[in-house]
């Protein structure tokens, strides 16, 4: 598996999905048929209800799904710090990562943390960004757990992300929030199984 197009694919189809973003379905099908077909598959879903649905409506559904509920909240450290005083500093670490790599985010209107920027800096340094993307694997299960739970295309997506990391992925949120309190870094992830954060996250509902 190529694992720096499985990132640029993902960064560019977990984006808001404007007319640049969705021009660019057959590029990024073909990319990943070619060099990672098992993501292919998983990416199918999304890109197929892409071909099949009117642009409004898409984008409507992006909206509904990752701006109106936290539940599927695409920022990482939203997941391990939430809206604390450290997640401040680990956004700030973040951005530093990116400089020592040769990535400036500075203008693109997003906190280091969002999954897309992140997915462009493990597309721009493999290495540093599976490890990146590794210490935040809790909040990355979270959030294809949650996906999954609304049948939403986009599922398959962090699926994808996901396989590309060493480890089985959790099976429910149970694990899921057992990875996030003990899983690394421990400095990072601390959080408890019942974090009022996570709470959410234990019941069904929340669609």
Known sequence: MNRAVVYQAASVVLSY??????????????????????AATLFAPL???WDAT???????????????SKRH???????????TRRRGQV?????????????????????????????EFARHAPDAGAELLQEYRASLELIRLAL??????????????????????????EQAMAMASNGPPAESVG???YDPRLLPLAGSGGH
Do not use: N
């Open 73 to 83: 909240a695409l920022y990482l450290s939203y997941w391990t710090d939430g809206d």
């Open 54 to 68: 009117p642009t409004e409506t898409v984008q409507q559904s992006y909206v509904d799904v990752f701006d109106m």
């Open 191 to 193: 959080l408890d199984a």
């Open 91 to 119: 956004l700030a670490d973040m951005k530093r990562r990116y400089r020592m790599h040769g990535l400036e985010i500075d203008g693109t209107g997003e906190l280091p943390d969002h999954l897309p920027l992140v997915l």
């Open 148 to 173: 999954a739970d609304r049948s939403s295309p986009y599922a398959g997506v962090v699926a994808a992300v996901c396989a590309t990391l060493p480890g089985r992925s959790p099976k429910d949120r």
């Open 47 to 49: 890109l197929d209800w």
């Open 17 to 38: 999905p404007d007319d640049e973003v969705l021009a660019l379905r057959g590029v990024v099908r073909r990319a990943l048929a070619e060099t990672a077909p098992q």
